[in-house]
Every structure is written in structure tokens, then in C-alpha cells.
């Protein structure tokens, strides 16, 4: 018997959650000499700390179980930052917070460099420290920016999927929300072109297959414009049902307090025909 083979089967009998969770992955069947794409998300509003490092570890420790079970098949971990995602607020542990709250609601990506650093943004200061952290542990992962995928047009096609299923995404998210809320959802969140901030309002799809939507901007104009190439996002979680399926997430664990999200997110990624990953749910302690 090959070394390989030995560990697989001791892999195989292994009662470690790990393991527990890799054997679940085996049931998702995939093109041969596809790899398994496991992922692991970061909001760059803040810098990375100890929360971040075990998503990344407990994430890994499951795709390692995944190779030894199948004696080295094909995988990828994608580290995704949030970056296109509106500041809601100054963190208390930055300089420059009165620059910061000049930029309040605009994309993290979009927002100057409050650190003494050279990146060129809030975000790229942050992502580079999270890079530096997953790169001191030695991590084996690809980093992968929102803002690059959304301006970049990575999520074009992606967005005009959603826009051509808005309304079934409603049907998803409504019931959901209490009703002051309801008044100004929308699936799409539109960046201002008078502002420069991500809007919270109610969008017109007026041609999906060309991604193009309406919306009232914040000085009470109507504004019509693509919601393509960095000019729109997706809600929250829509966002994270559309990248599942952009991405071919097969795995992504998240902590107790995102269950509903999880459950919600798994629907719409249903609508935009694809399926929600596999992945543990957490208690925050662990």
C-alpha cells in the first residue's frame, strides 16, 4: 500500500471535525481536474486581528483534510475582501478620522489612505496588512478584491444576472425586512455619481442584458446609468449569493451570527442557478 493511500484511508476514519466537514465535501461533484474552491471573506474597514486568522486556519484545516481524502485533488482558497463595500462608520483605531468621516458611505476602495503608508486607499492599506498577516503564517491562498472584480468587469456578467432575476431576488429579501426597510431595498446598491457614495435606494432595472438601471440620486434627480463596471454593487447578502456563484465557491464556513444570512444568501444563489456551498457554521469561541 502507496503512502498515499494509507493516509487517505486514515483520513477516511478520521472523526476530527475537519475531516467530518471534507467527507461532506466529497458529495459535491465537480468536472474532473476542476479544483475545490474553498473561501474565506475579510471587511477591510478595519484591519485584520484574530477573527480573521482563524477563518483563514479553520478554513484550511478543512481543505488539507480535503486533499488527504482524496490523495491531492485539485483546490483553491480565495481570501476575498469586501473592499466596493460603503464605510458606515470611523473605526476608533485609525488616524485621520476627521478625513475619514468626510467619505462616509463611499466604497472602501474609493476613500484616501488616513495611515502613513503608501497605498493609495484606506482599503489597500488594509489588504496589504491582511496579505502580510495570512503571508507571516505561511498561508497558501488568492487573494481576490471586490473592487477589482466589480470595476474591472470580473462581475459583469454576475450583475446582469441579478438584474435579470431582481424580482425574484425581492421575493427572497422582502419578507425578510421590516417594512420601513422594504420601501428602499433594492438587490443593487448604485455608487453616486454626484457623490461618489453607495446608495441605499429603490432601483429601476431598465435593461438587464445591458445592465443598465435607474435610481434617484441623493439631490432628488433622476439618474439613469450602467450598473456595471464599478458603478454599482450588489446588497449584501445578494453579494455574497452572486459570488459563490461567480467564483464557484464549494465551501465557506461563518460564524452563529450569520446563520439567517447563509439561509437567505443560499436562496438567491439558487435563483442565479447555481447552488450555495458547503460550510460550518461556527459559535463565535470557537
Known amino acids: 500500500m502507496t503512502d498515499t493511500q494509507t493516509l487517505r484511508d486514515a483520513a477516511m476514519k478520521n472523526k476530527a471535525w475537519p475531516y467530518e466537514e471534507a467527507r461532506r465535501l466529497l458529495k459535491r461533484r465537480k468536472p474532473e481536474g476542476e479544483p475545490v474552491v474553498f473561501e474565506t471573506g475579510y471587511g477591510p474597514s478595519g484591519l485584520p486581528h484574530i477573527g480573521t486568522f482563524t477563518e483563514v486556519l479553520r478554513t484550511t484545516m478543512v481543505r488539507h483534510a480535503y486533499e488527504e481524502l482524496t490523495g491531492g485533488a485539485p483546490t483553491r482558497l480565495i481570501a476575498f475582501s469586501d473592499d466596493m463595500d460603503g464605510l458606515r462608520k470611523v473605526p476608533d483605531n485609525v488616524p485621520n478620522k476627521e478625513m475619514l468621516a468626510e467619505h462616509l458611505g463611499k466604497p472602501l476602495s474609493r476613500i484616501p489612505n488616513p495611515f502613513d503608508s503608501d497605498h493609495e486607499s484606506f482599503a489597500a492599506h488594509n489588504n496589504a496588512m491582511l496579505r502580510q498577516f495570512l503571508d507571516d503564517y505561511g498561508f497558501d491562498y488568492e487573494f481576490v478584491s471586490a473592487s477589482d472584480k466589480y470595476n474591472l468587469g470580473g462581475f459583469d456578467e454576475a450583475l446582469k444576472n441579478v438584474l435579470r432575476r431582481n424580482q425574484d431576488i425581492l421575493d427572497i429579501m422582502l419578507p425578510t425586512l421590516r417594512e420601513e426597510r422594504r420601501a428602499t431595498y433594492s438587490p443593487i446598491l448604485p455608487v453616486s455619481p454626484s457623490t461618489g457614495r453607495v446608495l441605499q435606494v429603490p432601483?429601476?432595472?431598465?435593461?438587464?442584458?445591458?445592465?443598465?438601471?435607474?435610481?434617484?440620486?441623493?439631490?432628488?434627480?433622476?439618474?439613469?446609468?450602467?450598473?456595471?463596471?464599478?458603478?454599482?454593487?450588489?446588497?449584501?447578502?445578494?453579494?455574497?449569493?452572486?459570488?459563490?456563484?461567480?467564483?464557484?465557491v464549494d465551501y465557506e464556513m461563518y460564524g452563529k451570527d450569520l446563520t439567517d444570512s447563509g439561509v437567505q444568501s443560499g436562496r438567491i444563489a439558487k435563483v442565479l442557478g447555481g447552488r450555495k456551498p458547503e460550510g460550518k457554521i461556527y459559535e463565535m469561541f470557537l
Do not use: H, P, Y
Not at 207 to 228: C, H, K, N, P, Y
Open 203 to 248: 432601483v429601476e432595472v431598465v435593461d438587464a442584458d445591458a445592465g443598465t438601471i435607474a435610481f434617484e440620486d441623493e439631490d432628488g434627480s433622476r439618474v439613469e446609468q450602467s450598473a456595471l463596471g464599478g458603478n454599482a454593487k450588489c446588497q449584501w447578502k445578494v453579494d455574497w449569493a452572486m459570488r459563490w456563484v461567480a467564483l464557484g
